[in-house]
């Protein structure tokens, strides 16, 4: 039988692929929602059976509170969360706001389907290669961990963030040059190059990596996207 569900992400290309490959498993997408924002007041509407949240930043303050509301208005709907590799502070933020699972994002869609079902059940759904890792990591902290997503961010010259960025959003090909006043050709330069750079083979991954180590969030924060000519826009040269 299928779950009746909604799917939350702030990157809409994300939530409409992820919701469009459960609608084919047979499941009932209420709803496939972007920004997170408004998140709570439309699972609570909805009422689904279960709910999938992407997040980008798990350890964030403040990033599950729409958790809370929704299971303080309806606590039976089961809250799954879709995060990236996850801290031990991560997991257990989300379910001391009151998820039912954790899920990473770059899980394949089985894994996906099998903890949504495990949370309608009114059980935990957390891999136990997660709940392994995050026992491991909190007996040997890192000194320093390594942050991939600011890695990444290194290796994207400014236009290629915007176009990234673009990318998650869902723009295509036409969309892109026309928002960046780029002829066609240049834009698939571009995206071309960010994939290599990237090391994924398709726009989706793309949009997948930068949602799961925080590369758009910090391109947000450092001001990276920007319109090529608008006051504060990047300056990064041209690629032919």
């Known amino acids: 039988m299928g779950v009746r569900l909604m ?42 059976e279960v709910c999938l949240l992407g997040t980008a930043v798990p350890a964030e303050p403040g990033i599950f ?15 799954v969360v879709l995060g990236p590799v ?23 869609i089985e894994g996906v389907e099998r903890a949504m079902i495990k949370a309608r059940a009114g059980e935990a759904a957390v891999a136990p290669q997660l709940l392994q890792g995050a026992f491991t990591e909190l007996l040997n902290p890192a000194a320093q961990p390594d942050d991939e997503g600011q890695r990444l ?6 236009r290629e963030v915007e176009v990234l960025v673009r990318v998650a959003e869902g723009e295509d090909t036409r969309l892109i040059a026309a928002g960046m ?21 398709s726009r989706l991954e793309a949009a997948a990596l930068a949602a799961r180590t925080g590369l758009l969030d910090r391109a947000a924060a450092s001001g990276t996207r920007g319109t090529p000519g608008a006051p504060g826009a990047p300056k990064g040269p041209e690629i032919p």
């Open 65 to 79: 509170d729409p958790i809370v509301t929704i299971k303080r208005e309806r606590p039976q709907v089961a809250v």
């Open 153 to 158: 961010l290194r290796l994207l010259t400014p």
């Open 181 to 201: 006043r780029i002829a066609p050709s240049t834009a698939r330069t571009h995206v071309q190059r960010v994939l290599m750079k990237l090391g994924v083979g």
């Open 86 to 108: 996850p801290s031990p502070r991560g997991i257990a933020a989300a379910f001391a706001a009151g998820a039912s699972g954790y899920v990473r994002h770059d899980e394949r």
């Open 7 to 48: 799917v939350v992400d702030e990157h809409r290309l994300l939530a409409e692929a992820l919701a469009s490959a459960l609608r084919l498993r047979g499941h009932r997408v209420l709803a496939a929602a972007a920004p997170t924002a408004g998140a709570a007041e439309l699972v609570v509407s909805r009422a689904p």
